[in-house]
């Protein structure tokens, strides 16, 4: 007879404490009949009747039983489409600055090169009117 009260015992305490950490995980807006704030003392002074109360009326009970939660938000970053728009939105600014720095880099190079080819012809032009000079 005491195994079966030890049993019981231990039943109500597995029951109890369910029911506390289930009242407490519980969101706001799935509990029914009053608050959270009122469930908890009840399910905690009246161990069996306040659990079975809880588990019968207090938490309204989804499509999925009452188990975990579904995620609502992305599982990893690549899922999540602000993101992905972050990183879309940086690699084009990244390409942009690329394709700039090589376009200066080009304008630099050709202004180089024209500036040699000046100081080619203008050196070349002073060694002709030094011939010149010197044939007259």
Same mark, same amino acid.
């Given at each position: 007879?005491?195994?079966?009260?030890?049993?019981?015992?231990?039943?109500?305490?597995?029951?109890?404490?369910?029911?506390?950490? +289930?009242?407490?995980?519980?969101?706001?807006?799935?509990?029914?009949?009053?608050?959270?704030?009122?469930?908890?003392?009840?399910?905690?002074?009246?161990?069996?009747?306040?659990?079975?109360?809880?588990?019968?009326?207090?938490?309204?009970?989804?499509?999925?039983?009452?188990?975990?939660?579904?995620?609502?938000?992305?599982?990893?970053?690549?899922?999540?489409?602000?993101?992905?728009?972050?990183? #879309?939105?940086?690699?084009?600014?990244?390409?942009?600055?690329?394709?700039?720095?090589?376009?200066?880099?080009? #304008?630099?190079?050709?202004?180089?090169?024209?500036?040699?080819?000046?100081?080619?012809?203008?050196?070349?032009?002073? +060694?002709?009117?030094?011939?010149?000079?010197?044939?007259?």
């Amino acid at each position: 007879m005491v195994r079966v009260f030890m049993a019981l015992g231990v039943v109500a305490l597995g029951l109890l404490i369910y029911s506390t950490v +289930d009242c407490i995980q519980t969101p706001k807006h799935k509990v029914r009949v009053l608050p959270k704030i009122a469930w908890l003392p009840i399910i905690i002074l009246l161990p069996l009747l306040g659990a079975g109360l809880w588990l019968g009326f207090g938490k309204a009970r989804g499509s999925n039983g009452g188990g975990g939660g579904q995620r609502r938000g992305p599982v990893a970053p690549d899922d999540d489409p602000e993101f992905l728009r972050k990183v #879309e939105f940086q690699r084009r600014q990244a390409q942009r600055r690329e394709e700039e720095a090589r376009r200066q880099a080009e #304008e630099s190079r050709r202004k180089r090169q024209a500036e040699q080819r000046a100081a080619e012809k203008n050196h070349e032009k002073k +060694d002709d009117d030094r011939g010149a000079e010197s044939s007259d």
